[in-house]
Protein backbone atom coordinates (compact mmCIF):
# COMPACT_ATOMS: atom_id res chain seq x y z
CA UNK A 1 0.00 0.00 0.00
CA UNK A 2 2.54 2.53 0.97
CA UNK A 3 4.81 1.70 -2.36
CA UNK A 4 1.63 2.59 -4.33
CA UNK A 5 1.17 5.66 -2.47
CA UNK A 6 5.12 6.36 -2.95
CA UNK A 7 4.79 5.13 -6.87
CA UNK A 8 1.60 7.61 -7.23
CA UNK A 9 3.26 10.48 -5.64
CA UNK A 10 6.13 10.01 -7.61
CA UNK A 11 4.69 9.75 -11.37
CA UNK A 12 2.85 13.14 -9.91
CA UNK A 13 5.82 15.02 -9.59
CA UNK A 14 7.02 13.98 -12.77
CA UNK A 15 4.66 15.31 -14.29
CA UNK A 16 4.86 18.50 -12.83
CA UNK A 17 8.50 18.71 -14.18
CA UNK A 18 7.61 17.78 -17.62
CA UNK A 19 6.29 21.43 -17.44
CA UNK A 20 9.37 22.84 -15.17
CA UNK A 21 10.00 25.90 -17.86
CA UNK A 22 5.90 27.39 -17.04
CA UNK A 23 6.47 27.37 -13.85
CA UNK A 24 9.93 29.16 -13.92
CA UNK A 25 8.26 31.43 -16.78
CA UNK A 26 5.44 32.17 -14.52
CA UNK A 27 7.76 33.11 -11.44
CA UNK A 28 9.85 35.24 -13.31
CA UNK A 29 6.97 37.42 -14.43
CA UNK A 30 5.60 37.68 -11.36
CA UNK A 31 8.82 38.62 -9.75
CA UNK A 32 9.34 41.65 -12.77
CA UNK A 33 5.72 42.49 -12.31
CA UNK A 34 6.34 42.99 -8.27
CA UNK A 35 9.41 45.30 -8.93
CA UNK A 36 7.74 47.11 -11.81
CA UNK A 37 4.61 47.92 -9.64
CA UNK A 38 7.06 48.97 -6.88
CA UNK A 39 9.03 51.27 -9.11
CA UNK A 40 6.87 52.71 -10.86
CA UNK A 41 3.22 52.86 -8.94
CA UNK A 42 2.27 56.30 -7.42
CA UNK A 43 2.09 56.25 -3.31
CA UNK A 44 -0.39 57.79 -1.51
CA UNK A 45 1.17 59.83 1.42
CA UNK A 46 -0.81 61.10 4.82
CA UNK A 47 -1.28 64.49 6.53
CA UNK A 48 -2.98 64.98 9.25
CA UNK A 49 -4.12 67.50 11.77
CA UNK A 50 -6.28 68.33 14.90
CA UNK A 51 -7.99 71.89 15.51
CA UNK A 52 -9.99 72.57 18.88
CA UNK A 53 -13.15 73.89 18.74
CA UNK A 54 -13.57 76.41 21.82
CA UNK A 55 -16.89 76.77 23.41
CA UNK A 56 -18.56 79.92 22.87
CA UNK A 57 -18.95 81.95 25.71
CA UNK A 58 -22.07 83.29 26.01
CA UNK A 59 -23.52 86.51 25.02
CA UNK A 60 -21.10 86.87 22.32
CA UNK A 61 -23.37 87.70 19.52
CA UNK A 62 -26.52 90.19 19.44
CA UNK A 63 -28.64 86.84 18.37
CA UNK A 64 -27.27 84.44 21.45
CA UNK A 65 -30.72 85.61 23.19
CA UNK A 66 -32.76 84.42 20.13
CA UNK A 67 -30.67 81.20 19.98
CA UNK A 68 -31.20 80.55 23.76
CA UNK A 69 -35.10 80.82 23.01
CA UNK A 70 -34.41 78.42 19.98
CA UNK A 71 -35.43 81.23 17.51
CA UNK A 72 -34.14 81.14 14.15
CA UNK A 73 -32.07 77.87 15.60
CA UNK A 74 -30.98 75.11 12.62
CA UNK A 75 -30.82 72.14 15.23
CA UNK A 76 -27.18 71.77 14.73
CA UNK A 77 -24.19 71.38 16.71
CA UNK A 78 -20.94 73.88 17.41
CA UNK A 79 -19.14 70.90 16.02
CA UNK A 80 -21.34 70.49 12.63
CA UNK A 81 -21.36 74.08 12.10
CA UNK A 82 -17.04 74.38 12.52
CA UNK A 83 -17.03 71.59 10.25
CA UNK A 84 -19.05 73.67 7.39
CA UNK A 85 -16.96 76.85 8.35
CA UNK A 86 -14.05 74.59 7.83
CA UNK A 87 -15.13 72.93 4.56
CA UNK A 88 -16.18 75.84 2.65
CA UNK A 89 -15.66 76.25 -1.02
CA UNK A 90 -13.70 79.66 -0.49
CA UNK A 91 -11.48 78.12 2.02
CA UNK A 92 -10.23 75.84 -0.73
CA UNK A 93 -10.20 78.17 -3.79
CA UNK A 94 -8.05 80.44 -1.65
CA UNK A 95 -5.85 77.41 -0.83
CA UNK A 96 -5.27 76.18 -4.92
CA UNK A 97 -4.34 80.09 -5.69
CA UNK A 98 -1.93 80.64 -2.34
CA UNK A 99 -0.42 77.35 -3.27
CA UNK A 100 -0.48 77.83 -6.98
CA UNK A 101 -1.68 74.11 -7.14
CA UNK A 102 -3.40 74.77 -10.58
CA UNK A 103 0.29 75.08 -12.25
CA UNK A 104 1.65 71.73 -12.02
CA UNK A 105 5.39 70.63 -13.72
CA UNK A 106 6.03 67.34 -14.53
CA UNK A 107 9.33 65.60 -15.54
CA UNK A 108 8.60 63.39 -18.43
CA UNK A 109 10.10 59.79 -18.37
CA UNK A 110 10.06 57.04 -20.32
CA UNK A 111 7.70 54.84 -18.28
CA UNK A 112 5.67 57.80 -16.03
CA UNK A 113 6.34 61.19 -15.86
CA UNK A 114 7.08 62.59 -12.16
CA UNK A 115 5.63 66.09 -10.86
CA UNK A 116 7.88 68.86 -9.38
CA UNK A 117 5.63 70.26 -6.44
CA UNK A 118 8.84 71.96 -4.72
CA UNK A 119 8.83 75.28 -6.45
CA UNK A 120 12.64 75.47 -5.45
CA UNK A 121 13.05 72.50 -7.22
CA UNK A 122 11.93 73.68 -10.66
CA UNK A 123 14.26 73.96 -13.53
CA UNK A 124 12.69 77.38 -14.58
CA UNK A 125 9.39 79.99 -13.83
CA UNK A 126 6.61 81.22 -15.34
CA UNK A 127 5.39 84.14 -15.81
CA UNK A 128 1.55 84.42 -17.36
CA UNK A 129 1.08 87.98 -18.92
CA UNK A 130 -2.95 87.29 -19.18
CA UNK A 131 -5.03 88.81 -16.47
CA UNK A 132 -5.40 86.20 -13.63
CA UNK A 133 -8.98 85.77 -14.48
CA UNK A 134 -8.32 84.16 -17.78
CA UNK A 135 -5.52 81.74 -16.22
CA UNK A 136 -7.79 80.70 -13.44
CA UNK A 137 -10.07 79.47 -15.59
CA UNK A 138 -7.80 78.06 -17.95
CA UNK A 139 -7.37 74.59 -18.68
CA UNK A 140 -4.10 73.58 -21.18
CA UNK A 141 -1.06 71.83 -21.20
CA UNK A 142 2.62 72.60 -22.75
CA UNK A 143 5.81 70.83 -23.27
CA UNK A 144 9.27 72.69 -22.92
CA UNK A 145 12.56 71.24 -23.76
CA UNK A 146 15.48 72.36 -22.08
CA UNK A 147 18.56 73.08 -24.75
CA UNK A 148 20.50 75.03 -21.99
CA UNK A 149 20.80 77.71 -19.64
CA UNK A 150 19.46 80.03 -22.45
CA UNK A 151 17.06 78.31 -24.37
CA UNK A 152 14.51 75.78 -25.11
CA UNK A 153 12.13 74.16 -27.46
CA UNK A 154 8.81 74.69 -27.25
CA UNK A 155 5.57 72.61 -27.94
CA UNK A 156 2.05 73.14 -27.41
CA UNK A 157 0.70 69.42 -27.94
CA UNK A 158 3.28 66.77 -27.83
CA UNK A 159 3.14 65.81 -31.43
CA UNK A 160 3.87 69.72 -32.24
CA UNK A 161 6.88 70.98 -34.36
CA UNK A 162 9.13 72.39 -31.70
CA UNK A 163 9.78 75.91 -31.53
CA UNK A 164 13.01 77.12 -30.33
CA UNK A 165 12.69 79.99 -27.89
CA UNK A 166 15.47 81.93 -25.74
CA UNK A 167 14.82 82.42 -21.99
CA UNK A 168 13.41 85.70 -21.12
CA UNK A 169 11.66 86.19 -24.38
CA UNK A 170 7.67 86.71 -24.78
CA UNK A 171 6.08 84.20 -26.79
CA UNK A 172 2.03 83.40 -28.02
CA UNK A 173 0.42 79.84 -26.42
CA UNK A 174 -3.53 78.76 -26.17
CA UNK A 175 -3.87 80.89 -23.23
CA UNK A 176 -1.92 84.13 -24.33
CA UNK A 177 1.47 85.20 -23.78
CA UNK A 178 3.77 83.84 -21.20
CA UNK A 179 7.60 84.27 -20.46
CA UNK A 180 9.67 81.75 -19.31
CA UNK A 181 13.07 82.21 -17.25
CA UNK A 182 15.40 79.66 -15.59
CA UNK A 183 16.13 78.74 -12.23
CA UNK A 184 19.63 78.15 -10.41
CA UNK A 185 19.34 74.50 -11.32
CA UNK A 186 17.93 74.79 -15.09
CA UNK A 187 21.33 73.13 -16.20
CA UNK A 188 20.59 69.94 -14.26
CA UNK A 189 17.78 69.30 -16.84
CA UNK A 190 19.63 69.77 -20.44
CA UNK A 191 17.69 67.86 -22.78
CA UNK A 192 14.82 66.87 -20.17
CA UNK A 193 11.30 67.39 -21.23
CA UNK A 194 9.05 69.17 -18.84
CA UNK A 195 4.93 68.97 -19.33
CA UNK A 196 3.23 72.26 -17.79
CA UNK A 197 -0.39 71.72 -16.43
CA UNK A 198 -3.06 74.48 -15.89
CA UNK A 199 -5.90 73.87 -14.43
CA UNK A 200 -9.11 75.94 -13.53
CA UNK A 201 -8.76 76.77 -9.91
CA UNK A 202 -12.82 75.77 -8.89
CA UNK A 203 -11.93 72.54 -10.36
CA UNK A 204 -8.68 71.81 -8.07
CA UNK A 205 -10.35 73.79 -5.04
CA UNK A 206 -13.35 71.03 -5.52
CA UNK A 207 -10.99 68.21 -5.99
CA UNK A 208 -9.18 68.69 -2.89
CA UNK A 209 -12.27 69.69 -1.12
CA UNK A 210 -13.72 66.04 -1.62
CA UNK A 211 -10.02 64.56 -0.98
CA UNK A 212 -9.51 66.00 2.77
CA UNK A 213 -11.58 64.29 5.21
CA UNK A 214 -13.40 66.62 7.91
CA UNK A 215 -14.57 64.83 11.07
CA UNK A 216 -15.24 65.42 14.33
CA UNK A 217 -13.45 63.39 17.38
CA UNK A 218 -15.21 59.79 17.81
CA UNK A 219 -14.86 60.53 21.54
CA UNK A 220 -17.86 61.93 23.28
CA UNK A 221 -18.24 65.71 24.11
CA UNK A 222 -14.97 65.84 22.14
CA UNK A 223 -14.32 69.30 20.98
CA UNK A 224 -11.73 68.57 18.39
CA UNK A 225 -12.20 67.80 14.93
CA UNK A 226 -9.58 65.98 12.44
CA UNK A 227 -8.11 66.57 9.22
CA UNK A 228 -6.43 64.40 6.96
CA UNK A 229 -5.49 64.00 3.41
CA UNK A 230 -3.74 61.32 1.30
CA UNK A 231 -1.94 62.94 -1.70
CA UNK A 232 1.32 61.20 -4.01
CA UNK A 233 3.47 64.47 -2.77
CA UNK A 234 3.55 64.19 0.89
CA UNK A 235 4.85 68.12 1.25
CA UNK A 236 1.67 69.51 -0.62
CA UNK A 237 -0.72 67.58 1.77
CA UNK A 238 1.16 69.11 4.34
CA UNK A 239 0.63 72.34 2.87
CA UNK A 240 -2.79 72.20 1.63
CA UNK A 241 -3.91 71.24 5.53
CA UNK A 242 -1.99 73.81 7.04
CA UNK A 243 -3.37 76.46 4.59
CA UNK A 244 -6.92 75.62 5.68
CA UNK A 245 -6.00 75.19 9.45
CA UNK A 246 -4.12 79.07 8.75
CA UNK A 247 -7.25 80.29 6.75
CA UNK A 248 -9.47 79.37 9.55
CA UNK A 249 -8.09 81.01 11.98
CA UNK A 250 -7.63 83.79 9.77
CA UNK A 251 -11.65 83.53 8.97
CA UNK A 252 -12.65 82.90 13.03
CA UNK A 253 -10.05 85.99 14.21
CA UNK A 254 -12.25 88.47 11.40
CA UNK A 255 -15.34 86.55 12.51
CA UNK A 256 -15.30 87.65 16.41
CA UNK A 257 -13.62 91.46 15.35
CA UNK A 258 -17.38 91.44 12.78
CA UNK A 259 -19.14 90.27 16.21
CA UNK A 260 -17.29 93.18 18.43
CA UNK A 261 -17.94 95.56 15.75
CA UNK A 262 -21.67 94.71 15.45
CA UNK A 263 -21.86 94.57 19.40
CA UNK A 264 -19.99 97.95 19.78
CA UNK A 265 -22.68 99.49 17.38
CA UNK A 266 -25.36 98.16 19.24
CA UNK A 267 -24.32 99.61 22.52
CA UNK A 268 -23.91 103.18 21.13
CA UNK A 269 -26.92 102.76 19.05
CA UNK A 270 -28.97 102.29 22.37
CA UNK A 271 -27.18 105.08 24.42
CA UNK A 272 -27.51 107.57 21.68
CA UNK A 273 -31.70 106.93 22.15
CA UNK A 274 -31.19 107.51 25.59
CA UNK A 275 -29.84 110.61 25.73
Not at 21 to 29: E, L, M, P, Y
Not at 248 to 264: E, F, L, P, W, Y
Request: net charge negative; charged share 25%.
Amino acid sequence: MNNNKELDLKSLLQGYLKHWKWFAFSGVICVALAVLYLRYSVPEYSATAKIQILEESSGTSELSVLDDLNIFSSGKTQMEDEIELINARDNFVRIVKDLGLNVRFFLLGNIKDAEIYNRKELPLSINFLSNDSIISNSKSSFFVKIYSETSFGFRQKEDNPEKRIGFGEKFNTEIGDIIITPNENVSSFKNRDVRIAISPVNDLADYYRKKVIIKANDTKFSNVINLSLEDPIESRAVDIINSLININNSNAVSDKKAIADRTTKFINDRIAEIY
